[in-house]
């Protein structure tokens, strides 16, 4: 869930070998398929795929998970991440993988100094030990990018984000050792990455969320984040890990605002150039030229996203994970509706129950929730709404006023948000936690800004919006110079700590 952008989610049981490609079932004998294998037929007629005489998508289901004390019954799905906001596309999941990403000394994560002629920031680490896992390479000689998470490469612009959050973590690591010079590496590598949770978590529901479900659902869920003291709401019978709805639905929502390209902006905020999406997924070799990290961080904040709706760039129902010199590749689209049905997911029209919203006997009924156009073909598709799958009559809604999403995926979105606040020990606003922040240091991570962590580590970036989640504005939404002090920074010195038998061990002024 960590991570923000829309992450094509998408994960199969690898190829032994790169791990990389999912399992083939479509070209296989009955007797010689994996058991999990669940392949999509594609009719004859289909508009694209019948150029290439492509007839079945490869798809195999999802691990299953133990489900609590054991118990038999529907199967769960195996997460292999964590199911809280903890920065684990930063810092992995694993304790031995976390210490792989690591310097050993400084606090410091492992970069790759690769533009150090040029006096320009590092990039992430090369991936050597599976080169070819979530990478399509061309030769041996090219090479990923590694962090805390497989699908660092799963596209380019992820990937800007993946290397944004590590250099943050060497710059906050940095800045603390500047305060503490008597902190060893694990001190700094671990107060570090707690400064960057706090961070993330802080950016996600004080930037993010408001963005994608609007001030009125915020409030109605009670996910508006407190501007001082304490939050005292952890529930300790609240499970924060993921809902099914959520990860194979709701959260899908993200597909729906992918570009057909992917822009480049100068720091002027000029447009430069565009890029196929289909042709950076997997595929992040451009940000080994100088100068192009911070070019694609530009698009981010200025490239128009798409809207919410039941349209779909065919870069991805056409050309997903296209290998180079294919005309086509796979149908993100059909993956999501597929792995709602193998997680058993209930339909459409069961989610709008559950929401509050009123039920639909026949199609005349969803008249203004979604477009008329959307009905007439769902009528021509399913017997009744009760047909309809969450992901497709999610996506089809009419946005909420002063939202992105339309009520069902907002209910589902809300839902989850506010079991991975309530749910979570370790979230950054409580109190009387071994991870509990001082009172002043909880007020200096309510500084956090996605803009300051842009200017903060970027090499051209000069001038940014106060929010660089919503396009700029002159009035709402100004640019302005990241030198200004207009976009605030965290007061490191709120860390400082005397020395052993002064009259206070921590600083807690």
Known sequence: MSGRGAYIYERHLPNPVNKNEPEECCNRPPHLKNPYCMEIPIPEDDAFYKKY????????????????????????????????????????????????????????????????EYGLKDLLPYKTDIPDEGCTRSNNTQLCFDAGEIRVNEQLVLCVMHTLWAREHNRVAIELAKVNPHWDDETLFQEARRIIIAEIQHITYNEFVPTLLGKEVMNKFGLTLQKEGYWDGYDDSVNPNIIDAFSAAAFRIGHTFLPTHIERWSKAHKFIAAKKLSDLIRRPYDLYRPGLFDEYLMGLANQVSQAMDDSITKEVTNALFKKVGSHFGLDLVSFNIQRGRDFGLPGYMEFRKFCGLPDAHNFEELHGAMANYTIGKYSSIYT??????????????KPLPGSLAGPVFSCIIATQFSYARRGDRFWYELPNQPSSFTPAQLQEIRKARLARVMCDNTDLVDTIQLWPIVLPDHELNPRVPCRSGIIPSIDFSKWAEFPQGGPNFFNKK
């Open 384 to 397: 009744g709404p009760g047909d309809v799958d969450l992901w497709s009559g999610g996506v089809s809604e």
């Open 53 to 116: 005489g492509v007839r079945c998508q490869d798809f195999v289901r999802g691990l299953p998970g133990v489900r609590p004390g054991c118990r038999l019954g529907s199967r769960n799905p195996f997460n292999t991440l964590t199911g809280v906001i903890d920065a684990n596309t930063v810092y992995g999941v694993k304790e031995s993988f976390a210490r792989s990403l690591r310097t050993g000394h400084g606090g410091l994560l492992r970069m790759n100094p690769h533009f150090q």
